[in-house]
């Protein structure tokens, strides 16, 4: 800017002219209305977002007295937080490596050039257009008790009827069941997409070599799948400890708490009556511990993956 | 899983050997089909996949065309004889579904619009324009992909208190209106466009808007399709956010409107489902028509992490 200044120039208007079509206000003029709306709702609530989970704060009064760190450590003594977080780790141990793997299979399946691959292809991506609510609303009644398929179907070999998700051991995995349902299209997208993109040299290299399909399958594709998989299980995790949508509207993290989830939890404190609304500030903390878990997470995962993933050029 | 190994890998050899591959042949092993089958065996495992996953959705429609005592019959009626037409507008007709349609259809077109918008200006001028603090500004907005909803869900909420958008529309829209994610995969899409076409225009006398406009925006359909129907697709579907900023009925989206729905007909399971049918319905055959663009938003998506 000072090189700007220094040159000799012909007073105001040329110089207002050449500030009007730099490319500094030119660019930023273009990025500024995206810039501005993302730093308002995403930025700015982050940081005030720490600020709040310092105080004793409400959703409905603007008085928010300071209470220093005491949200953070009440956290420790909460009963319900840490049945919260035992549910969450639960969910995600059996929801991630289950969606996973059985989406690795999926796409290695919907990879080959057969008839009727477009129809296997949307049958297994439709799920991803259907929402939360309309799996719940379906789910609960595929999984109900009396007239449900799935007892008269698991009846038939001899099984059940379970209870599903009224039943304290039953509504966890139900829920795994429902969510893998609605997430193995996204996961198999993601494989399918990686797995176009293993190189064909590579595997006809092999088969000419004599290596059998399992071999090629075992020492040439999945070595390549990594990256995708490590995409997977971060975001996979990602998602599954900020179960919500499902637990809200089916299960209302009962029966007894055993689907009682974190980010239900952090509703229930600020948004509604149930702690008095006084307790958004404790809320936000909550919030606040579950983003550092969830960074944490992320980063050992990324940390752990990149030492066995291999990535291609 | 592999069938005859051996006899597949010199299948490969004579193919590999016998001509060199065609153009559009994807040059992945020829397979010979198993003799004993008249068909890929391959079908042994994806029909019963995709019947498990498509039963649940069937067995909804099939519901909603029931009668209340055939859906309360077990075992199940898979197939009601006469199907029951009038669900559909009497669960129409019960609630104030038309109204959550409008809501949902106001604030999903707005949404989409105006993400095109802000995220096409924002894109062009991260990925042709050098200004200063350009990538700081870039990566402080690929950083926010990392913030979880719920931490920012309080502030956001008493932000839009602070402009009394709770309880309207409005709060479903304004901190909606642009995001990180359109932006990332419009920049991509831009940087991977040829420059000379638009370095000509700009010699021409061209304005960077004229450019944008005419220029690169007709050049990147298929990356704004893409984001057009992903945005459809999450705002669409929301729930949490709608559900913390909306109380009143008449302001209701189709999926406040569900829940409400499913709430006061536990036990018209008919009715419900048909409502379930109809909610679903758009964003099935929005789905169905641009499966190409989910799949590469869902890849995309996959990317940016």
């Known amino acids: 800017m000072a090189a700007v200044a220094a040159r000799p120039h012909r007073g105001a208007p040329g110089f207002a002219r050449r500030a009007l079509t730099s490319d500094h206000l030119a660019g930023w003029l273009f990025v500024l209305p995206a810039v501005f709306l993302v730093a308002l709702f995403s930025i700015f609530p982050i940081i005030w977002g720490f600020i709040l989970s310092l105080q004793k704060a409400s959703l409905i009064s603007p008085n928010r007295p300071f209470v220093g760190i005491d949200n953070y450590t009440h956290i420790a003594s909460d009963p319900v937080a840490r049945q919260a977080a035992t549910n ?7 929801f991630v490596p289950t969606s996973i793997i059985i989406a690795l299979f999926l796409a290695i399946a919907l990879n080959q050039k057969i008839r009727l691959i477009r129809f296997y292809r949307l049958a297994v991506f439709i799920p991803v257009a259907v929402s939360t609510i309309a799996t719940g609303v379906m789910f609960m009644w595929v999984f109900d008790a009396n007239f449900g398929l799935a007892n008269w179907a698991l009846g038939g070999v001899g099984l059940g009827p379970f209870g599903w998700f009224d039943s304290p051991s039953g509504a966890m995995p139900s829920l795994v069941i429902m969510t893998v349902w609605g997430w193995l299209g996204f996961d198999a997208i993601i494989y399918l997409a990686a797995l176009q993109g293993v190189p064909h040299e590579l595997v006809e290299a092999a088969a000419v070599d004599g290596a059998s399909r399992w071999t090629i399958f075992r020492n040439v594709t999945l070595p390549l799948l990594g990256p995708a998989t490590l995409l997977l299980v971060v975001w996979s995790t990602i998602s599954a400890v900020q179960l ?43 919030a606040y511990v579950l983003f550092v878990v969830i960074l944490i997470l992320t980063l050992v995962q990324f940390w752990m993956g990149n030492r066995v993933v291999h990535y291609s050029s | 899983m592999s069938v005859q190994p051996d006899v597949r890998a010199m299948g490969a050899i004579t193919a590999a050997t016998a001509r060199p591959a065609l153009p559009g042949e994807t040059g992945m092993v020829e ?21 498990i996953m498509l039963v649940p959705l069937l ?89 979880p909803v719920q931490v920012v869900i309080i502030p956001t909420f008493l932000i839009v208190k602070q402009m009394h958008l709770i309880d309207t529309l409005g709060a479903l829209i304004v901190p909606n209106l642009a995001n990180v994610f359109g932006i990332f995969l419009l920049t991509q899409f831009f940087r991977t466009l040829p420059i000379e076409l638009e370095e000509a225009a700009r010699i ?102």
């Open chain 2, 31 to 51: 397979k010979p089909r198993a003799r004993w089958l008249p068909f890929s065996p391959w079908h042994f495992v994806l029909m019963p996949i995709a019947i």
């Open chain 2, 204 to 305: 021409d006398g061209a304005s960077r808007l004229k450019v944008l406009f005419r220029i690169v925006l007709p050049l990147s359909l298929p990356a704004l399709a893409t984001l057009a129907v992903i945005q459809f697709l999450w705002t669409w579907n929301d729930f949490l956010w709608p559900l913390v900023t909306i109380y009143k009925e008449s302001a209701f989206t189709l999926q406040l409107g569900l829940m409400s729905f499913q709430g006061s007909h536990v036990n018209d399971t008919n009715l419900l489902m048909a409502g379930n049918v109809m909610s679903m319905l758009p964003m099935l055959i929005l789905f169905i028509a641009a499966q190409r663009y989910f799949v590469r938003g869902i890849a995309t998506q996959g990317l940016k992490g």
């Open chain 1, 244 to 286: 919500f949508d499902e637990v809200f509207f089916i299960t209302r993290g009962g029966p007894l708490g055993h689907t009682n989830v974190p980010v239900f939890y952090i509703y229930r404190l600020a948004f509604t009556s149930q702690y008095g609304f006084s307790a958004a500030g404790y809320a936000a903390a909550l």
């Open chain 1, 88 to 94: 969450a780790v639960i969910y995600t141990c059996l």
């Open chain 2, 59 to 147: 067995w909804v429609v099939m519901t909603s065309l029931e009668t209340l005592a055939q859906t309360q019959h077990f075992p199940p009626i898979l197939w009601p004889g006469s199907f029951q037409w009038s669900n559909y507008p009497r669960a129409w007709s019960s609630v104030p579904f038309d109204t959550w349609f409008i809501n949902t259809i106001i604030v999903t077109t707005t949404v989409v619009v105006s993400n095109l918008l802000f995220c096409s200006l924002a894109a062009y001028g991260f990925a042709r324009i050098r200004f200063f603090g350009k990538s700081v500004a870039y990566f402080f907005l690929l950083a926010t992909l990392m913030i």
